[in-house]
């Protein structure tokens, strides 16, 4: 049977010596090992948050994710055509609502809402919310005069407040912004080893001017590194795992969660045509969103060659700084080495290796979609009643063992190498309670582009 270099293998146990460090991470020194380690973390975001210092601690297994459904004005569409004759008032029924059980919409008594498509500026003079899912207001333009007919398709009333109010103005009601929250948890990420008792004896050897021993000593943290990658990033909802030792999770990854929230472009299935058009139309979805107009991006390693193809093609249209001169650590330490701008946002990109699966695994890369995958993340974040929230930070779970408190990867050891027990072997283990949270989820955008 061939023998194909670039794969590993399983064994219960190896007799190789081991270092490790990664046990020692905390949320203050995160960045310190990876400057160290830039080799073993530069692909990884779950990495890079904890180098940033965007991880939070959480008391329970599951957690709560902001979404921000809001607009900087309200808005309420209608059922049918608003017919306006005369400036006369007009009742209309509301099309759309804040909440699931369709309680809560925007008109109120005295607020003034002028109509996209036409321009007129309408008051509200009644409303009536008794039945959920039935609101209806009375409407009236605030100047004589007004016939006109909106088609119930285009009838958009956009909230101006109340700008003119009388002398000695009383309280009349206020418009809230609807926040909303989405339901994550933490996922249990292990990665084990064990080595026989030779790994205390194998004789360090210098050949020329190489040093040939200790072949296992980075693999346990580079695994577990890519374990908790895969994980936080990629990995659903696993709910028919039944092997003895694992267990079954409702922990979503970040591309999971924009798929399912955020903005998804796949061209209605066939992927999407990285051209001029397709910069137009995403920033179009990022301007009328409102949140950010930077954006970093993983973009899988076929994905990284249109998008260079495109940069080239584009060179006098677009803003390109290939960013070999900015060496801020976490720049540097992550490889983000392609920004433009294009339109008005700011994307940085950098080739995500994990999306790469003949580097990753010595897999056929073209059969992947991933390598045809981009995922833009909206740098900055969002003021809530809860105070500042980034956009995208980890969560972990800690628990009450003095040793283990702080630490974002418990490290664990038994066998008499360890001087633990009789058997004259070493285990070990490292173990994250870890799961991702974006907030403001609806501004993350994820690109499955067709192959060109």
Same mark, same amino acid.
């Given at each position: 049977?061939?023998?194909?270099?670039?794969?590993?293998?399983?064994?219960?146990?190896?007799?190789?010596?081991?270092?490790?460090?990664?046990?020692?991470?905390? @949320?203050?020194?995160?960045?310190?090992?990876?400057?160290?380690?830039?080799?073993?973390?530069?692909?990884?975001?779950?990495?890079?948050?904890?180098?940033?210092?965007?991880?939070?601690?959480?008391?329970?297994?599951?957690?709560?994710?902001?979404?921000?459904?809001?607009?900087?004005?309200?808005?309420?569409?209608? &059922?049918?055509?608003?017919?306006?004759?005369? *400036?006369?008032?007009? @009742?209309?029924?509301?099309?759309?609502?804040?909440?699931?059980?369709?309680?809560?919409?925007?008109?109120?008594?005295?607020?003034?809402?002028?109509?996209?498509?036409?321009?007129?500026?309408?008051?509200?003079?009644?409303?009536?919310?008794? =039945?959920?899912?039935?609101?209806?207001? @009375?409407?009236?333009?605030?100047?004589?005069?007004?016939?006109?007919?909106?088609?119930?398709?285009?009838?958009?009333?956009?909230?101006?407040?109340?700008? *003119?109010?009388?002398?000695?103005?009383?309280?009349?009601?206020?418009?809230?912004?609807?926040?909303?929250? $989405?339901?994550?948890?933490?996922? $249990?990420i292990r990665t084990n080893k064990a080595y026989s008792d030779l790994a205390s004896m194998i004789q360090i050897e210098q050949r020329g001017n190489s040093t040939y021993y200790n072949l296992d000593r980075t693999k346990l943290p580079k695994q577990h590194i890519d374990t908790k990658e895969m994980r936080l990033i990629d990995g659903d909802v696993a709910?028919?795992? &039944?092997?003895?030792?694992?267990?079954?999770?409702?922990?979503?990854?970040?591309?999971?969660?924009?798929?399912?929230?955020?903005?998804?472009?796949?061209?209605?299935?066939?992927?999407?045509?990285?051209?001029?058009?397709?910069?137009?139309?995403? *920033?179009?979805?990022?301007?009328? !969103?409102?949140?950010?107009?930077?954006?970093?991006?993983?973009?899988?390693?076929?994905?990284?060659?249109?998008?260079?193809? #495109?940069?080239?093609?584009? #060179?006098?249209?677009?803003?390109?700084?290939?960013?070999?001169?900015?060496?801020?650590?976490?720049?540097? $330490?992550?490889?983000?080495?392609?920004?433009?701008?294009?339109?008005? $946002?700011?994307?940085?990109?950098?080739?995500?290796?994990?999306?790469?699966?003949?580097?990753?695994?010595?897999?056929?890369?073209?059969?992947?979609?991933?390598?045809?995958?981009?995922?833009?993340?909206?740098?900055?974040?969002?003021?809530? !009643?809860?105070?500042?929230?980034?956009?995208?930070?980890?969560?972990?779970?800690?628990?009450?063992?003095?040793? !283990?408190?702080?630490?974002?990867?418990? #490290?664990?050891?038994?066998?008499?190498?360890?001087?633990?027990? =009789?058997?004259?072997?070493?285990?070990? *283990?490292? &173990?994250?309670?870890?799961?991702?949270?974006?907030?403001?989820?609806?501004?993350?955008?994820?690109?499955?582009?067709?192959?060109?």
């Open positions: 049977m061939a023998v194909t270099p670039q794969h590993g293998f399983a064994v219960p146990e190896l007799n190789k010596q081991v270092l490790l460090s990664l046990g020692m991470v905390t @949320t203050n020194n995160a960045l310190d090992f990876y400057k160290a380690f830039p080799d073993i973390s530069k692909d990884s975001l779950v990495a890079e948050l904890e180098a940033s210092g965007k991880i939070a601690q959480t008391g329970q297994e599951k957690y709560k994710m902001l979404v921000d459904y809001n607009k900087d004005r309200n808005l309420f569409r209608v &059922t049918a055509n608003v017919v306006v004759t005369n *400036s006369a008032p007009v @009742t209309v029924t509301i099309a759309n609502y804040t909440d699931s059980g369709e309680t809560l919409s925007a008109p109120a008594v005295g607020l003034w809402f002028k109509e996209n498509s036409t321009q007129i500026v309408f008051e509200v003079t009644a409303v009536n919310k008794t =039945t959920a899912g039935a609101h209806t207001a @009375t409407i009236k333009p605030v100047n004589t005069g007004v016939t006109e007919t909106i088609p119930v398709a285009d009838a958009e009333f956009i909230s101006l407040g109340r700008p *003119s109010v009388q002398e000695s103005s009383f309280q009349q009601d206020g418009e809230y912004d609807a926040w909303s929250s $989405i339901e994550n948890e933490i996922t $249990i709910n028919s795992v &039944t092997s003895t030792g694992n267990r079954a999770t409702n922990a979503k990854g970040l591309v999971p969660l924009v798929k399912q929230y955020g903005t998804s472009l796949n061209g209605s299935g066939s992927g999407a045509t990285l051209d001029t058009a397709f910069f137009r139309d995403l *920033s179009r979805a990022i301007d009328g !969103d409102g949140r950010a107009t930077s954006y970093k991006g993983l973009v899988g390693s076929e994905a990284y060659y249109l998008v260079e193809d #495109f940069l080239k093609a584009q #060179f006098n249209n677009v803003n390109i700084n290939i960013n070999n001169g900015d060496m801020s650590d976490i720049q540097a $330490i992550f490889d983000y080495t392609t920004d433009f701008k294009i339109d008005g $946002i700011t994307y940085s990109f950098k080739k995500y290796n994990y999306w790469n699966s003949a580097r990753l695994a010595g897999a056929d890369v073209t059969k992947s979609p991933q390598a045809l995958g981009m995922l833009l993340i909206p740098q900055g974040g969002i003021m809530t !009643d809860e105070g500042w929230k980034e956009n995208l930070r980890l969560r972990y779970l800690n628990n009450d063992i003095a040793s !283990d408190e702080g630490l974002l990867n418990k #490290f664990d050891t038994d066998g008499a190498l360890f001087g633990k027990n =009789t058997t004259r072997n070493g285990q070990l *283990s490292l &173990t994250s309670y870890m799961g991702i949270e974006a907030n403001d989820i609806e501004s993350f955008v994820f690109v499955q582009l067709a192959a060109q």
